[in-house]
């Protein structure tokens, strides 16, 4: 019995919903497919704009990047000049220290150039990861730097 109700409920609001849907005047229909078209063309306009935005914004980083690469390159290559003036069993450990600053430098060179853009959190972790190594670099070339002063 109470299946019967049940079904004779659903049939009654499955009929009612199509007898709403006829009683809907032409003109309205029109004025939803126009609606429906504006807002396509909006939302396509959007995701143009998105993409250009997202496109500028990773090479706006990637010059950034190069930047600041070239420019530890430069302070790696007067480390270099000063560590030539210093003692033979000196010089070996500080030819170490430059040629792991080189390498870590040059991986991040790799990293930014090989990196393959992807949407929302993993550009933005990529971004967070590439700036924290290339501050810790910078903070390893001062402080050898430093050392280089001091004495």
């Known amino acids: 019995m109470k299946m019967s109700v049940f079904k004779y409920a659903m049939f009654a609001m499955i009929i009612h919903g199509g007898i709403q849907s006829c009683n809907q005047k032409p003109s309205e229909k029109a004025e939803q497919v126009e609606d429906a078209k504006e807002n396509l063309e909006s939302s396509e306009k959007e995701l143009a704009e998105a993409i250009k935005d997202s496109t500028m914004e990773e090479a706006e980083f990637k010059i950034e990047m190069e930047n600041r690469l070239v420019e530890n390159e430069k302070k790696i290559a007067d480390l270099k000049i000063a560590m030539n003036k210093e003692r033979k069993d ?3 450990k500080y030819e170490v220290e430059m040629e792991e600053l080189d390498s870590r430098n ?3 060179r790799n990293k930014v150039k090989d990196y393959k853009k ?6 933005q972790d990529f971004k967070m990861s590439v700036n924290k190594e290339m501050d810790d670099l910078g903070k390893s070339i001062s402080e050898r730097a430093e050392k280089n002063m001091n004495k």
């Not at 992807?118 to 550009?123: E, I, L, N, P, T």
């Open 90 to 92: 000196t010089r070996k």
């Open 106 to 108: 040059q991986n991040i």
């Open 118 to 123: 992807s949407a929302g959190d993993k550009w």
